[in-house]
């Protein structure tokens, strides 16, 4: 197993478009986590999974946003109409359900322009 | 408002010397406790942990202190090596919680 991957590293779109996002976990971690990181912030919270279902949203997460994880195993992380302040990376861990040891993958930068 | 709190944005330290990295919470309910490390490109790993049950936990050059009654923890890395140059994350959470909270992380720069 070569830890969490996530697809793809980097994505520059336009404003106004749809953008997905996907992460593939560890394989026997049952939850999958996503975050997100913009310049000079530590990653903030955005939803999770307990296997294929999502326990929670935060706030940050508004109705253009919408994770998914079919399956309990891989997850995507959709966004509609983009807008400037979207451009962040997108981060996704899993863990085995051990409080707060997740095991991350190297994000993929967005860059809405 | 910011839960978990790193108020060094950065932190430079000669190689061999001790490098001290600091976290204030204001969530008294946050019953454990992490720091994670993270280089350029690559997401943050995992480093070190610590209940509130303790107040002190080590695992090689790396030992973190806890001190409830002020809402403070530390890190402490000694010696410190240039490997350690990264940027680090304070994290906590509560156990009823699955998610940590992050602060903004401090970035160190070890010194030759």
């Known amino acids: 197993d070569t830890g969490v991957s996530q697809d793809p590293r980097h994505k520059i779109t336009k404003r106004g478009q749809n953008v997905t996002f996907r992460c593939d976990p560890i394989?026997?971690?049952?939850?999958l986590y996503w975050y997100r990181q913009t310049l000079g912030q530590g990653p903030e919270f955005l939803t999770y999974f307990q296997n294929e279902a999502q326990l929670e949203k935060s706030r940050l997460l508004s109705d253009r946003f919408s994770a998914e994880r079919p399956k309990g195993s891989f997850s995507t992380l959709e966004i509609q109409r983009t807008e400037q302040g979207d451009s962040a990376m997108y981060l996704c861990?899993?863990?085995?359900?051990?409080?707060?040891?997740?095991?991350f993958g190297s994000g993929t930068r967005l860059t809405v322009v | 408002d910011q839960q978990v709190k790193q108020n060094s944005p950065s932190l430079s330290v000669q190689e061999g010397r001790i490098s001290i990295l600091n976290c204030d919470y204001t969530?008294?309910?946050?019953?454990?406790f992490l720091w994670y490390k993270k280089y350029p490109a690559e997401g943050p790993t995992f480093l070190i942990s610590?209940?509130?049950?303790?107040d002190k936990n080590e695992d090689g050059r790396f030992t973190v202190f806890l001190n409830k009654s002020a809402k403070h923890l530390s890190l402490h890395i000694v010696p410190s090596q240039p490997g350690d140059s990264a940027v680090y994350f304070c994290?906590?959470?509560?156990?009823?919680?699955?998610?940590?909270?992050f602060g903004k992380g401090t970035r160190l720069h070890i010194l030759p």
């Open positions: 861990a899993s863990s085995l359900g051990q409080m707060g040891f997740y095991t």
């Open positions: 969530n008294s309910m946050f019953d454990y």
């Open positions: 394989s026997e971690h049952n939850r």
């Open positions: 610590i209940s509130s049950i303790k």
């Open positions: 994290a906590a959470n509560r156990q009823r919680d699955d998610k940590i909270i």
